[in-house]
């Protein structure tokens, strides 16, 4: 079952043992470095994965779709440095601030919304959802992002207008609930757990 789901790292444990993948997809000419209880996985040159053996030494992962914590990602980062950079652990599931709600002008059904993130970043995106609320807190898919089902999250144009993301509803990552991904207690540096 998958502990964490981001693009870029998806954590699954199986029987102790756990996997990291830090790309969705590589070539079947990999190859592997064992390190203690590490098995690094590489395609092209490049760490793709990291199989753990009895991961519970040295992480506290709980089960549930979650990212992976600072404490886990710096931990990574320091034991392989060589290998991997700040740039291997994007998050593409972010907290984002609606500021701004603007009609499509070619259509009726979608709305253009203005979206705060994290260090002043500000993307548009476009809906169908009608039911968003003007600066509330919720959880967006940004560029390069896989949801649950597989589809790939990338910017696009829609009816001309530039759209960088989606806005997230609980099905959209894998949970049987209804209605958007409500982060209104929480920070736009805040990572959601789910």
């Known amino acids: 079952m998958p502990v964490s789901i981001t693009t870029k790292h998806k954590f699954f444990d199986n029987q102790n043992n756990a996997l990291i993948l830090f790309k969705d997809t590589f070539d079947d000419s990999y190859s592997t470095i064992i390190q203690d209880d590490f098995i690094l996985i590489f395609s092209q040159n490049k760490l793709v994965g990291i199989n753990i053996l009895n991961y519970q030494k040295y992480f506290d992962l709980k089960e549930g779709?979650?990212?992976?914590?600072?404490d886990v990602k710096d931990w990574l980062l320091k034991k392989f440095n060589q290998y991997l950079s700040e740039e291997d652990f994007d998050y593409f599931y972010q907290i984002g601030k609606v500021i701004d709600i603007q009609q499509h002008n070619q259509s009726d059904k979608l709305k253009i919304l203005t979206v705060l993130f994290n260090k002043d970043i500000k993307r548009q995106i476009i809906t169908n959802v009608s039911s968003i609320n003007l600066n509330q807190n919720y959880l967006f898919a940004t560029n390069g992002t896989t949801t649950f089902n597989g589809q790939k999250i990338l910017d696009t144009q829609v009816m001309k207008v530039k759209?960088?993301?989606?806005?997230?509803?609980?099905?959209?990552?894998?949970?049987?609930?209804?209605?958007?991904?409500d982060c209104s207690n929480l920070s736009l540096q805040d990572t959601y757990f789910f």
């Open 163 to 181: 759209s960088e993301g989606m806005i997230v509803s609980y099905k959209t990552i894998g949970i049987e609930k209804e209605g958007l991904v």
């Open 65 to 70: 779709y979650h990212v992976l914590s600072n």
